[in-house]
Antibody, heavy 123, light 107 residues
Framework: EVQLVESGGGLVQPGRSLRLSCAASGFTFDDYAMHWVRQAPGKGLEWVSG????????GYADSVKGRFTISRDNAKNSLYLQMNSLRPEDTALYYC????????????????WGQGTLVTVSS | DIQMTQSPSSLSSSVGDRVTITCRASQSITTFLNWYQQKPGRAPKVLIY???SLQSGVPSRFSGSGSGTDFTLTISSLQPEDFATYYCQQTHSTPWTFGQGTKVEVK
C-alpha cells in the first residue's frame, strides 16, 4: 500500500524557516518524480514544487522561487521542502504527492497524496 | 503561466442528477488536463487524467472530455459520496496550475 506521511509543520514567525519532510513507502521511491502542493485554509490547490527521480529536474511556483528548496533522499525514501523567509501568505496545508512519471513532465498527474502537514506563519 | 478557470464555482444537485463542470484554459493545453475530487478534511484524489482517461478504481459514472482550451467533467448520476469539491489541473507546461474548484453540494 502506498503511503506518504508529511511532517515538520507548525507555527512559525514571519521571516523564519521551516523544513517539511515526506516519508514514502509502498512503492519504489526512486522510480517517480515527487511534488509539494499546498492549500491555504478554505482555498484551492496550488502546486509549489516538483523534483524528478534523480533530482536533475526541479521546478517551483513563482510565489516560492528563491525562498523554498525541494530535495529528496532516495536512500531514505524521503522528500523534503526547505522553506525560508516565510510569509503569512505561505500559511497552508502542505501535501506531498507522487507523480506517475520519472521526471514529472508534460502529461503527468498525481496518483497518491499524503494527508498534509499544516504550516502557520504568524507573529 | 496558464490560467485555469472552472465554472460554476458551486452547484446544488440531488442524488441521481447529471452534473457537468467546465474548465477553461487560458491557452491550448491539448489534452493535458486532469480532474481531482477532494472531500472535506481529505487529500485530493485523481479521477480523470489526459482529459478523458478514467483512473483505475474510479466509478464509470465519472467521465471527462475536451481538448485545446475547453474541458468538461461529467457525473452521469450523482451519488451521495460524490458531494465534494472538484479541481481541474493542467500539466501542459510548468508551473502546473489548478482551477479554483467547483463545490458540489446537496440540493
Amino acid at each position: 500500500e502506498v503511503q506518504l506521511v508529511e511532517s515538520g509543520g507548525g507555527l512559525v514567525q514571519p521571516g523564519r524557516s521551516l523544513r517539511l519532510s515526506c516519508a514514502a513507502s509502498g512503492f519504489t521511491f526512486d522510480d517517480y518524480a515527487m511534488h509539494w502542493v499546498r492549500q491555504a485554509p478554505g482555498k484551492g490547490l496550488e502546486w509549489v514544487s516538483g523534483i524528478s527521480w534523480h533530482s536533475g529536474s526541479i521546478g517551483y511556483a513563482d510565489s516560492v522561487k528563491g525562498r523554498f528548496t525541494i530535495s529528496r533522499d532516495n536512500a531514505k525514501n524521503s522528500l523534503y521542502l526547505q522553506m525560508n523567509s516565510l510569509r503569512p501568505e505561505d500559511t497552508a496545508l502542505y501535501y506531498c504527492a507522487k507523480d506517475i512519471f520519472l521526471v514529472g513532465g508534460t502529461g503527468s498527474y498525481f496518483d497518491y497524496w499524503g494527508q498534509g502537514t499544516l504550516v502557520t506563519v504568524s507573529s | 503561466d496558464i490560467q485555469m478557470t472552472q465554472s460554476p464555482s458551486s452547484l446544488s444537485s440531488s442524488v441521481g442528477d447529471r452534473v457537468t463542470i467546465t474548465c477553461r484554459a487560458s491557452q491550448s493545453i491539448t489534452t493535458f488536463l486532469n480532474w481531482y475530487q477532494q472531500k472535506p478534511g481529505r487529500a485530493p484524489k485523481v479521477l480523470i487524467y489526459a482529459a478523458s482517461s478514467l483512473q483505475s478504481g474510479v466509478p464509470s459514472r465519472f467521465s471527462g472530455s475536451g481538448s485545446g482550451t475547453d474541458f468538461t467533467l461529467t457525473i452521469s448520476s450523482l451519488q451521495p459520496e460524490d458531494f465534494a469539491t472538484y479541481y481541474c489541473q493542467q500539466t501542459h507546461s510548468t508551473p502546473w496550475t489548478f482551477g479554483q474548484g467547483t463545490k458540489v453540494e446537496v440540493k
